[in-house]
């Protein structure tokens, strides 16, 4: 099968793709036929070698951390899909060594969900990574409806499936964004929008949700309130009483069966910004670095074909 290596850290050229043996379903495991992958900012750190010291996997390296795809065989043991069945899966590539920029991947089937109904399979590899990290920030969070909660790189990727779940949960979201970015935002249901061309008012928020690392942000935060970053480089330091919490995305195929539900019934937009083939990695890789993505980056093997 085909995949995109990395044979030692460094520049995004060093991306390119080989043939490399078709991995097998093991006891519990699925095997997906890849419709497409998405890239993530995890991917650069670990190409880069920036995230070395939680890489335990010999090299050649195959990085991408979710997938949509298709069943096409199951492991001993394996009853909770079928052969046939679409799905989507997070990895967790660091700890695994299962990368997702391949045509095949094997991984536990306690992973991967039903992927969402009235949607393109490819497209629905927008929804794992991000999703998750999304959803499981806000509940650590846990924000009261009718709260107020400031998200920054509010039409990221993350960002803007938090503003989505956050609205869907009846909270009061003020966006922070680009000047350029504010139609964008208030189509995903931001109530206010404010821009990162302006200094932030001081106390307007109950809680904030960091996605784009700005530690300054924790200004606007009231006195006792709470911040959940994803950003470990960027966290912002407790004052005023504040509570500051990181978040780490975890693997959770029941948490993603929920996401995907979402999805068909209209709370979740999947936004896609790009899709290319294996060969165009290295690619994503500067464009998602350079910033503004609207939308997910996505790797799609038949378009090498």
């Keep these: 099968m085909r995949a995109t290596v990395l044979p030692k850290y460094g520049d995004p050229e060093l991306l390119t793709v080989a043939e490399l043996a078709m991995p097998s379903p093991g006891p519990g495991q699925i095997l997906v036929r890849t419709a ?33 795809g298709t069943v096409v065989d199951l492991g001993e043991g394996t009853d909770r899909f079928a052969v046939g069945d679409r799905v989507v899966a997070m990895s967790a590539q660091m700890a695994t060594g299962v990368g997702t920029h391949a045509e095949y991947v094997a991984l536990d089937s306690a992973l991967a969900a039903p992927a969402p109904d009235g949607v393109e399979l490819t497209h629905a590899a927008a929804l794992p990574l991000a999703g ?9 969070l846990a924000p009261e409806p009718g709260s107020t909660l400031l998200i920054t790189g509010a039409v990221g990727a993350v960002g803007g499936f938090a503003v989505q779940l956050a609205v869907a949960r009846g ?25 990162d061309d302006e200094p ?14 700005l530690p300054g ?32 995305v975890e693997q959770d195929g029941e948490r993603l069966d929920r996401l995907g539900r979402l999805v068909e019934k209209g709370v979740l937009t999947l936004r896609i ?12 890789h500067r464009r998602l670095a350079a910033g503004g993505t609207r939308g997910k980056l996505l790797v799609v093997p038949a378009l090498d074909d």
Excluded: C, Y
Excluded at 40 to 63: C, K, M, T, W, Y
Excluded at 132 to 140: F, G, I, M, S, Y
Excluded at 181 to 193: E, F, P, S
């Design 217 to 248: 942000a924790i200004a606007a935060v009231k006195d006792g309130g709470q911040a959940v970053s994803i950003v470990p480089t960027a966290a912002p330091g407790p004052e005023r009483g504040i509570t500051v919490r990181m978040s780490f």
């Design 273 to 284: 910004a790009d899709s290319v083939g294996l060969s165009g990695v290295g690619a994503t």
């Design 200 to 213: 932030l008012p001081a106390g307007i928020a109950d809680a904030l949700l960091d996605t784009a690392g």
């Design 36 to 68: 497409a992958s998405a890239v993530n900012p995890v991917d650069i750190e670990v190409r880069s070698g920036r995230a070395a010291a939680n890489v335990n996997q010999p090299f050649p390296l195959v990085l991408g951390w979710d997938l949509a």
């Design 171 to 195: 909270v009061t979201v003020l966006a922070l964004v680009r000047p350029s970015d504010t139609v964008a935002v208030r189509a995903l249901g931001a109530h206010t929008v404010l821009t």
């Design 132 to 140: 998750l990290t999304a959803d499981q920030a806000l509940e650590l």
